[in-house]
């Protein structure tokens, strides 16, 4: 890889550092706002560099579309602290290098799986699930979801207006998400398992 200017390491710092505290890149506007930049294009600018030099990839059409090309091996997150962003550092309990293209769309972290809830699905306790950071996902998906500072791994269900955490595993019961109470967030969507080393 070729060497970096300064402001060109400050901006990949700051994406590496971007990502570990919330799960997901910056956008132009959050690296134009650090740096003062007048506009965001200021930042694409280094973005584009940045990829030209091979320290990161850019997906077209996407505003957090940016990744990192140096694979330091995807975090294996712990027991989660209310309040705490997932990726957070006192979370990660190691890393481990796996195949990008295993998992469609790609994983972001593992999730290390406690309890049975999602038993009949082939989720057990002690799995690494792989998830893909996203805040957005269609009834029916499996997704790690934040409910009251709680993280829990469950099946979305969207009825007319009403919102459903089903587990899969009938010793346990839905969760109705109640908006006028409840804070809610989507932390990411499932896409594969790792167990004893091997990919499910």
Same mark, same amino acid.
């Given at each position: 890889?070729?060497?970096?200017?300064?402001?060109?390491?400050?901006?990949?710092?700051?994406?590496?550092?971007?990502?570990?505290?919330?799960?997901?890149?910056? @956008?132009?506007?959050?690296?134009?706002?650090?740096?003062?930049?007048?506009?965001?294009?200021?930042?694409?600018?280094?973005?584009?560099?940045?990829?030209?030099?091979?320290?990161?990839?850019?997906?077209?059409? @996407?505003?957090?579309?940016?990744?990192? @090309?140096?694979?330091?091996?995807?975090?294996?997150?712990?027991?989660?602290?209310? %309040?705490?962003?997932?990726?957070?550092?006192?979370?990660?309990?190691?890393?481990?290098?796996?195949?990008?293209?295993?998992?469609?769309?790609?994983?972001?972290?593992?999730?290390?799986?406690?309890?049975?809830?999602?038993?009949?699905? %082939?989720?057990?306790?002690?799995?690494?699930?792989?998830?893909?950071?996203?805040?957005?996902?269609?009834?029916?998906?499996?997704?790690?979801?934040?409910?009251?500072?709680?993280?829990?791994?469950?099946?979305?269900?969207?009825?007319?207006?009403?919102?459903?955490?089903?587990?899969?595993?009938?010793?346990?019961?839905?969760?109705?998400?109640?908006?006028?109470?409840?804070?809610?967030?989507?932390?990411?969507?499932?896409?594969?398992?790792?167990?004893?080393?091997?990919?499910?």
């Amino acid at each position: 890889m070729k060497s970096l200017t300064r402001r060109q390491s400050e901006i990949l710092k700051l994406i590496q550092e971007f990502i570990q505290s919330t799960g997901f890149p910056p @956008t132009r506007s959050d690296i134009a706002r650090v740096f003062q930049f007048k506009s965001p294009n200021a930042a694409e600018e280094h973005l584009r560099a940045l990829e030209k030099k091979g320290h990161i990839k850019i997906s077209r059409g @996407t505003s957090r579309g940016i990744q990192l @090309t140096k694979d330091i091996g995807l975090p294996i997150i712990g027991k989660v602290a209310a %309040g705490h962003p997932i990726l957070s550092e006192e979370h990660i309990q190691s890393r481990v290098q796996v195949e990008q293209s295993l998992f469609k769309p790609q994983a972001d972290y593992l999730l290390k799986v406690r309890g049975n809830s999602m038993r009949n699905i %082939g989720i057990q306790d002690g799995d690494l699930l792989a998830v893909h950071t996203t805040m957005e996902a269609r009834s029916g998906q499996v997704v790690v979801a934040r409910i009251n500072n709680e993280v829990t791994v469950k099946r979305l269900r969207k009825k007319n207006k009403e919102i459903w955490l089903e587990p899969e595993n009938e010793e346990f019961k839905p969760i109705q998400v109640d908006p006028e109470r409840d804070q809610f967030l989507i932390e990411g969507l499932a896409v594969g398992i790792i167990r004893n080393g091997k990919i499910n």
